[in-house]
């Protein structure tokens, strides 16, 4: 178990409270619904899960997602400790998403990553993870980070984590939300997903829609089962 695994553990079954439009039953909230699992079923969990049984959905493990993507290293605790400071300092709610984005410009010094951070929430765009993420992301002597809060509730409007500073591992880490491999347990099928589409290994696009798949295009048997892409 890494740092960032054990701080992620900590996010995801942190007590996100219960908003008064979260209209969770009484332990349908996802911080409830990750309490008490072993470290081995943490470590253990798919990264990916295939549903046919209403259309075809995949769902990625955020757990999974989040460790091979973010770092929680030396150098994001310190930026941490600068946030809390900024956070003390302004008297601003650690929860006030103004406040991490007013950080995230303040700190920002850009190299690579030109546009000026602003909060993105995952709610508002397409994509397959278990949870909603809501971040800033910003830079600093050429390292990418990200100040990240996790929705533990089950109204997107409220019920989010304490934010926490992550060293960004991959670049495009938030853009491979929207991606899975698709594969086939009796032929060895395979496809990428992105979006509604499929791609075959030669990145050419596959004819079959991803909500109308429901067998394997090359030998129509059930056994399809979906991964998280490696992190790039
Ligand atoms: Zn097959």
């Not at 769902?59 to 460790?67: A, E, I, K, M, R």
């Not at 601003?92 to 850009?110: G, I, K, T």
């Not at 990240?148 to 934010?163: C, E, F, S």
């Amino acid at each position: 178990m890494t740092k960032t695994q054990n701080r992620l553990i900590e996010m995801l079954t942190e007590n996100t409270g219960v908003h008064f439009l979260d209209s969770g039953m009484s332990n349908g909230r996802h911080w409830q619904q990750n309490q008490g699992h072993t470290l081995s079923e943490w470590q253990n969990r798919p990264s990916a899960l295939l549903d046919t049984d209403y259309g075809t959905s995949v769902t990625l493990d955020v757990f999974g997602f989040l460790s091979d993507r973010l770092r929680l290293s030396e150098q994001a605790e310190q930026v941490q400790a600068q946030f809390s400071e900024f956070i003390d300092e302004n008297n601003y709610s650690l929860w006030d998403c103004s406040a991490m984005e007013e950080f995230a410009q303040l700190v920002h010094e850009p190299s690579t990553l030109e546009r000026t951070p602003e909060i993105v929430n995952t709610y508002n765009f397409e994509n397959l993870l278990s949870q909603v993420l809501q971040f800033v992301e910003f830079e600093i002597n050429g390292v990418q980070f990200v100040l990240l809060q996790i929705h533990g509730g089950a109204d997107v409007r409220g019920g989010y984590t304490a934010p926490q500073v992550f060293e960004v591992l991959s670049e495009y880490w938030i853009y491979q939300s929207t991606e899975a491999l698709i594969s086939c347990a009796d032929c060895g099928w395979y496809a990428t997903l992105n979006g509604p589409d499929f791609y075959d290994p030669d990145g050419l696009q596959v004819e079959t829609k991803f909500y109308e798949l429901k067998a394997c295009p090359e030998c129509q048997s059930y056994k399809l089962t979906a991964e998280a892409p490696e992190a790039y």
